[in-house]
């Protein structure tokens, strides 16, 4: 399970190291993706299949479907963590991402999500002033 905030740059070899303790529960071999809110999804590889398997399930009639599994399939790639756990991270998805050299790396249950640091601070900021409507909302649905 991964929980927790942090903060590293990217080097000048355009990598980005992983958090230690996110890099225990990883093998050598990871898949990352265009996220949600300008951020990018990094999942283990038996995650990723799973999620991978349910878009691959959603009805191509429905445009929103499509769409949504065109963003995450299509941007996904294989990458390896090296012997130091870091990551290159392709350069569209650096585009996608606007990262620079400063980034978030959000542990968000099953899967990371790597955030331009200031992105991250301004999404985060907003999500506080709003927790109690949100969790209002969530506890509609049950949470």
Do not use: C
């Not at 990018?40 to 445009?63: G, R």
């Not at 980034?103 to 907003?126: D, H, L």
């Amino acid at each position: 399970m991964f929980t927790g905030e942090y903060r590293h740059i990217i080097d000048t070899k355009k990598r980005l190291a992983i958090p230690v303790k996110f890099r225990r529960e990883l093998n050598k071999k990871v898949v990352i993706t265009r996220g949600l809110d300008q951020s990018l999804f990094l999942y283990p590889q038996k995650d990723w299949k799973t999620l991978a398997a349910k878009l691959s399930k959603l009805p191509f009639s429905k445009s929103d479907a499509r769409s949504f599994s065109r963003l995450m399939l299509a941007g996904a790639m294989e990458v390896e963590l090296d012997k130091a756990g870091r990551i290159l991270i392709p350069d569209y998805l650096k585009v996608y991402a606007h990262l620079k050299k400063s980034i978030a790396i959000v542990g968000v249950y099953n899967r990371i999500e790597i955030w331009n640091e200031e992105t991250w601070n301004k999404y985060r900021s907003q999500a506080e002033k709003n927790v109690e409507d949100i969790s209002e909302r969530l506890g509609e649905l049950g949470l």
